[in-house]
């Protein structure tokens, strides 16, 4: 059973009694280079016993590096931090483990094919008389913690098994379990419901009552005026300055992460048109969704909503040919496709930004240009051999019109933020122009000035024609940028709304199983 969030008073008390006393970590005149790139000049940063401070800034800003630097994965090429007072240097994250600063990744680095009890314990599992590992003990030890964080996960699952927001929570309960004085959080909601939200909110709101410090790193303004409480902000690698978020609302915190003052979120579009690209008819994937009937024409956004765990990216993947349809139709221009596999269905003008970029979308060990190009070449080959300087060419322009931060096309993606890998994908699909383009989850892990950016982009290619199927789980984005939205719960169709009348409360009650209001 997971908690209610605290209240705004109980928040408001707890950040009135952080702001009071010594600092637990203190960063100054930190600096820190990559090849071709400075990505923190002379930065500055300061935390509390007891308190949140939320890192705010653009992908590319340098915030995962300072933690990365914190946490003791990258060292830095000058400056001093400082650990109740006094100086730390680490050359590894287990150095800084045990000096007691934890981290949550952005990016999630369990391990599949262990248990949840493994993946909590690794490289500190408890030993029995003999010196070999106690899994007894093990399973104990982790199914306290998760008791204790009031998680219903059976500590001898696969992790492997448990979805993207199942895995967050133990990469959430993994950190905690170090009890560490410094507990960095790097995106930690960015795949998990509203009720997980809620619990991990508990969950700091006790880790502050113990006084522990916390660093919050998220694009998502709400969350930061919840359970902040002071603001850092970053650009450019550089520190813009820090502020008690009291102080602060939406506008001002998104004219110092950007520069300047951010206008309409959300662009005016033109209606779509009447021709149809689209049609699905009673698609089912036996055992995951099934009925599943909507037609989609040139210029419109169809939004897709849902609950985690409602089918809305198993429809897009099936759409796709990732996991071919059971029964039901697919027809796009008029004509039936059996939608085998993804090369077809590229053939058919498909384009699909997988949720999950990890382990979906980049080759991690691939540059950028290369990660741009990859879904081209066979259409930018002559006499067998890739034209290179085209395709150059084209990269270049798809990095300009889309902002990607990188020193250059040869760069390791794997070196990019999160935010820049997802352009850098985005441009992947944009480079097949194709005529109908679903986006799963399409600003995770990205700030509000670039999110205002892509949103501009998917207007203007709805604009010139383009259908766009776009999956999310912010609701806000939704209803900000569809035409219409399908809702989903638990692999059925439970309603449409269009733009007009389509509220946050609507989507949710049909979210949750619930009939149309009327």
């Given at each position: 059973?997971?908690?209610?969030?605290?209240?705004?008073?109980?928040?408001?008390?707890?950040?009135?009694?952080?702001?009071?006393?010594?600092?637990?970590?203190?960063?100054?005149?930190?600096?820190?280079?990559?090849?071709?790139?400075?990505?923190?000049?002379?930065?500055q940063?300061?935390?509390?016993?007891g308190?949140?401070?939320?890192?705010?800034?653009?992908?590319?800003?340098?915030?995962?590096?300072l933690?990365?630097?914190?946490?003791?994965?990258?060292?830095?090429?000058?400056?001093?931090?400082?650990?109740?007072?006094?100086?730390?240097?680490?050359?590894?994250?287990?150095?800084?483990?045990?000096?007691?600063?934890a981290?949550?990744?952005?990016?999630l680095?369990?391990?599949?094919y262990?248990?949840?009890a493994?993946?909590?314990?690794?490289?500190?599992?408890?030993?029995?008389?003999?010196?070999?590992?106690?899994?007894?003990?093990?399973?104990?030890?982790?199914?306290?913690?998760?008791?204790?964080?009031?998680?219903?996960?059976d500590?001898?699952?696969?992790?492997?098994?448990?979805?993207?927001?199942?895995?967050?929570?133990?990469?959430?309960?993994?950190a905690?379990?170090?009890?560490?004085?410094?507990?960095?959080?790097?995106?930690?909601?960015?795949?998990?419901?509203?009720?997980?939200v809620a619990?991990?909110?508990?969950?700091?709101?006790?880790?502050?009552?113990?006084?522990?410090?916390?660093?919050?790193?998220?694009?998502?303004?709400?969350?930061?005026?919840?359970?902040?409480?002071?603001?850092?902000?970053?650009?450019?690698g550089?520190y813009?300055?820090?502020?008690?978020?009291?102080?602060?609302?939406?506008?001002s915190?998104?004219?110092?992460m950007?520069?300047?003052?951010?206008?309409?979120?959300?662009?005016?579009?033109?209606?779509?048109?009447?021709?149809?690209?689209?049609?699905?008819?009673?698609?089912s994937?036996?055992g995951v969704?099934?009925?599943?009937?909507?037609?989609?024409?040139?210029?419109e956004?169809?939004?897709?909503?849902?609950?985690?765990g409602?089918?809305?990216?198993?429809?897009?993947?099936?759409?796709?040919?990732?996991?071919?349809?059971?029964s039901?139709?697919?027809?796009?221009?008029?004509?039936?496709?059996?939608?085998?596999d993804?090369?077809?269905?590229?053939?058919?003008?498909?384009?699909?930004?997988?949720?999950?970029?990890?382990?979906?979308?980049?080759?991690?060990?691939?540059?950028?240009?290369?990660?741009?190009?990859?879904?081209?070449?066979?259409?930018?080959t002559?006499s067998?051999?890739?034209?290179?300087?085209?395709?150059?060419?084209?990269?270049?322009?798809m990095?300009t019109?889309?902002?990607?931060?990188?020193?250059?096309?040869?760069?390791?993606?794997?070196?990019?933020?999160?935010?820049?890998?997802?352009?850098?994908?985005?441009?992947?699909?944009?480079?097949?122009?194709?005529?109908?383009?679903?986006?799963?989850?399409?600003?995770?892990?990205?700030?509000?000035?670039?999110?205002?950016?892509?949103?501009?982009?998917i207007?203007a290619?709805?604009?010139?024609?383009?259908?766009?199927?776009m999956?999310?789980?912010?609701?806000?984005?939704?209803l900000?940028?569809?035409?219409?939205?399908?809702v989903?719960?638990?692999?059925q169709?439970?309603?449409?709304l269009?733009r007009?009348?389509?509220?946050?409360?609507?989507?949710?009650?049909?979210?949750?199983?619930?009939?149309?209001?009327?």
């Open positions: 059973m997971l908690s209610a969030a605290p209240s705004p008073a109980t928040l408001a008390a707890d950040r009135s009694a952080s702001l009071n006393g010594e600092f637990l970590l203190e960063i100054s005149h930190l600096t820190k280079g990559f090849p071709g790139v400075v990505a923190l000049s002379d930065v940063l300061r935390v509390r016993p308190s949140v401070l939320a890192l705010m800034g653009e992908n590319g800003a340098g915030k995962s590096t933690m990365k630097i914190i946490a003791g994965i990258y060292q830095p090429d000058a400056g001093q931090l400082r650990l109740r007072g006094e100086p730390i240097s680490f050359d590894s994250p287990l150095q800084a483990l045990q000096a007691g600063i981290m949550i990744h952005q990016e680095n369990l391990m599949p262990m248990t949840i493994e993946n909590i314990w690794l490289g500190r599992e408890p030993l029995n008389a003999l010196h070999m590992v106690d899994h007894g003990v093990m399973h104990r030890n982790t199914q306290e913690l998760l008791d204790r964080l009031r998680m219903d996960l500590p001898e699952e696969l992790v492997g098994s448990l979805s993207i927001a199942g895995r967050q929570m133990v990469e959430i309960a993994k905690v379990s170090y009890d560490s004085d410094v507990l960095i959080m790097d995106e930690p909601t960015s795949a998990i419901t509203e009720k997980e619990h991990l909110f508990s969950i700091i709101s006790d880790l502050k009552s113990q006084g522990k410090g916390i660093i919050y790193i998220t694009h998502k303004m709400d969350e930061v005026f919840a359970i902040a409480d002071e603001v850092a902000v970053f650009r450019d550089a813009i300055g820090l502020q008690s978020a009291e102080s602060m609302d939406g506008d915190l998104i004219s110092m950007v520069g300047r003052p951010l206008t309409q979120l959300f662009p005016e579009r033109s209606a779509p048109t009447d021709k149809l690209l689209l049609s699905v008819r009673d698609l994937l036996q969704f099934e009925n599943v009937s909507f037609d989609l024409h040139a210029g956004i169809l939004g897709i909503a849902g609950l985690m409602s089918g809305r990216t198993n429809v897009a993947e099936t759409l796709f040919g990732v996991t071919p349809a059971t039901g139709e697919i027809i796009i221009d008029g004509e039936a496709v059996n939608m085998s993804p090369c077809l269905a590229i053939r058919k003008g498909l384009a699909l930004l997988t949720e999950d970029r990890k382990d979906t979308g980049i080759f991690a060990c691939l540059s950028v240009q290369e990660n741009m190009e990859v879904a081209v070449l066979s259409s930018h002559s067998g051999f890739v034209q290179q300087q085209r395709l150059h060419e084209l990269c270049e322009e990095r019109q889309l902002r990607v931060k990188t020193p250059s096309l040869d760069q390791c993606i794997a070196n990019l933020s999160g935010g820049n890998q997802q352009k850098a994908l985005l441009a992947r699909w944009l480079m097949t122009h194709p005529r109908i383009l679903i986006l799963d989850e399409p600003t995770r892990g990205i700030d509000v000035g670039a999110k205002a950016e892509i949103y501009r982009l207007a290619l709805a604009d010139e024609g383009l259908a766009v199927i999956i999310s789980s912010e609701l806000p984005e939704v900000g940028m569809s035409d219409r939205v399908m989903m719960h638990e692999g169709v439970t309603g449409f269009d007009e009348d389509a509220t946050q409360e609507r989507v949710m009650h049909l979210a949750s199983g619930n009939p149309m209001i009327h």
